[in-house]
């Protein structure tokens, strides 16, 4: 069993879907301390010698394995920064869970920084899911400050889902990806602000190698007196492919700011973005309200089929 508090639990079930020990190999974080860790036969999970975090060696060849490395915190005014490395063999395909859960019920802020390192073996295949949440009726905030860094190797693939929905009152998400020749990386990023909560979301995608590809969605939504910025780049080096696109709906006195940044250093670079900013439209609200719904019940049906 865990040595958690139903606070922590709720926290853990929200970021990782767990309801206890996972399967595979696992290091649960809460309130700046490790509370559970376990390695398997393919995937080993160390500390580092400063503290810092944790290093993650997954062997070649690793297949239909997990790791779940979420956090959790409970304590008003923790601030913490972790460093956390993945280093996926030649050939492995896995799934890794990461993720924040902060409860906040003081007056001072609490804050996690994340730091993760992927590096990616040749052939090797990563999905990686990444969800923040917040709660508490405290005054002080709830901020996460993810950082994400990606190297692949030939022929290697990553998906990755990036997902914050609710009670994260500011965070700054920096995201950055090199991929050699034949890799392929595929975002999928969810986010929802509301009250005076404010989103930065920042990629930067460099395709270094022939047919490398890349393709970075991003879906939000905006509401009451938030703000969301969006950062999409992506650099052709080579003959390759590359997609952005950001989907926003506005609500209230949401404000939306979308950055698109392309830019083709080969002749045979396709890069592509799209983009669209609004609000719901009026007839999808009438089409619901004449099936028995409120015009609110309509607005958050939409809105939870938007974020799916």
């Known amino acids: 069993m865990l040595k958690m508090d139903e606070i922590q639990k709720r926290l853990l079930l ?8 996972p399967m595979g190999a696992y290091n649960l974080r809460a309130n700046g301390k490790s509370v559970g860790r376990g390695s398997s036969a393919n995937i080993e999970i160390t500390s580092k010698e400063d503290g810092s ?16 490395i979420p956090v959790v915190m409970s304590e008003s005014g923790m601030k913490e920064t972790v460093y956390n490395d993945f280093y996926i063999g030649e050939g492995a395909d896995v799934v890794i869970v990461a993720g924040c859960g902060i409860d906040n019920c003081g007056t ?24 923040h949440y917040g709660s508490g009726d405290g005054m002080g905030q709830r901020i996460l400050n993810p950082v994400t860094e990606v190297t692949m190797e030939a022929g290697s ?21 090199n991929l050699k020749a034949d890799a392929s990386l595929i975002v999928r990023e969810r986010l929802m602000t509301h009250g005076k909560q404010y989103a930065y979301s920042e ?3 460099s395709l270094d190698g022939e047919n490398a590809s890349a393709d970075v969605v991003s879906r939000g939504v905006a509401k009451d007196k938030s703000y969301q910025k969006l950062d999409l780049r992506i650099v052709g080096n080579a003959a390759c492919h590359g997609h952005t696109e950001c989907d926003s709906i506005i609500m209230d006195e949401g404000r939306i700011l979308a950055v698109p940044s392309l830019e083709a250093n080969n002749v045979d670079a396709m890069l592509v973005h799209e983009a669209a900013i609004g609000k719901i439209a009026g007839d999808q609200l009438i089409k619901l309200m004449t099936l028995g719904l409120t015009e609110k019940e309509a607005e958050e049906q939409i809105v939870n089929g938007f974020l799916k």
């Open 157 to 177: 693939s990553m998906e990755m889902e990036m997902v914050q929905i609710k009670g994260v009152d500011s965070t700054s998400r920096t995201t950055k990806a």
């Open 108 to 131: 001072q802020d609490s804050e996690h920084d994340g730091v993760h390192r992927f590096f990616v073996g040749e052939n090797a295949k990563v999905k990686y899911v990444e969800k």
């Open 14 to 21: 929200e970021v990782a879907d767990l309801h206890d020990v």
């Open 203 to 205: 990629y930067e995608v």
């Open 53 to 68: 975090g944790i290093d993650i060696h997954i062997k070649p060849g690793t297949k239909n394995e997990s790791v779940h």
